[in-house]
């Protein structure tokens, strides 16, 4: 009993300190900075934080949501995305158990968390976290099926966005959404890829009627799908004989 709650209690504070991370990579790679240096600072006063300053989600408690410096408040980002990506990379543990691929599976979806949350505020998908993700979706057991579901998932959207490109007059899709397909590929494999294309659609249908005018970022809802229907391949799977075979 004790380890069943030990082991993912640590796999939860790993993943909160990848988070941690994620927060530097979504506040300074929008803005073209080093993710690297300088070291973790208060945006308000620019001191550099006390290594306890950074313990994930804990410090952003005792310091009141506030800096230990000027006072000035502190976005509740930090500790959500903490908090979220311990979720993750738990969840994932639960489903896979602990199994050597298991880390480079919670880093891909913790590099499209991120993107899901630069895409919301920035309506922007940087293309080095982008790839990041891929890349991490590809280290699989099997690695020339992940690699052939990738490319065959990018590929297919790539020309599909070039006919509907071609049927609108316009640009209908960007090259972020063919390398996030790229990944759904890698870590979704057919037919759970075209599974998780409807399920985003489906998770967008309110956001972007809600917001006609200026438009709502696809990839979060991408992102979105394709952990859903990762956790849950095998109900998808038995979804799809019912509908198929009755």
């Known amino acids: 009993m004790t380890q069943t709650v030990i082991l993912p209690l640590i796999i939860f504070i ?5 988070g941690s991370f ?10 073209g900075e080093s993710i690297a240096f300088p070291a973790s600072h208060c945006q308000h006063c620019n001191t550099p934080l006390k290594w306890y300053h950074n313990i994930p989600i804990l410090s952003w408690l005792f310091l009141g949501g506030k800096c230990a410096f000027c ?8 500790p959500i995305v903490e908090f979220i990506t311990g979720m993750i990379f738990v969840l994932l543990y639960l489903k896979l158990g602990l199994v050597w691929y298991l880390p480079f599976v919670a880093f891909s979806f913790a590099a499209l968390f991120a993107l899901v949350m630069i895409d919301f505020k920035y309506m922007a998908v940087p293309d080095n976290v982008n790839f990041t993700a891929l890349i991490f979706a590809l280290v699989q057991p099997d690695f020339v099926h992940a690699a052939m579901y990738a490319a065959i998932a990018a590929g297919g959207l790539y020309l599909i966005g070039l006919f509907s490109s071609w049927i609108a007059k316009r640009e209908a899709m960007g090259g972020a959404d063919v390398i996030v397909a790229g990944t759904m590929g890698a870590l979704l494999g057919f037919p759970n890829f075209f599974v998780a294309l409807f399920l985003s659609a489906i ?23 394709t952990f859903i229907v990762y956790l849950y391949d095998t ?6 004989e019912k509908l198929i075979y009755g």
């Open 14 to 18: 790993f993943g909160a300190m990848i």
């Open 235 to 240: 109900q998808t799977a038995q979804l799809l």
């Open 22 to 31: 994620l927060n530097v990579v979504i506040y300074r790679i929008p803005k």
């Open 71 to 78: 006072q000035e408040p502190i976005a509740k980002q930090y």
């Open 203 to 225: 998770l967008a249908i309110i956001p972007s009627l809600i917001n006609r005018e200026t438009g709502v970022p696809f990839v979060p809802f991408l992102a979105m799908a």
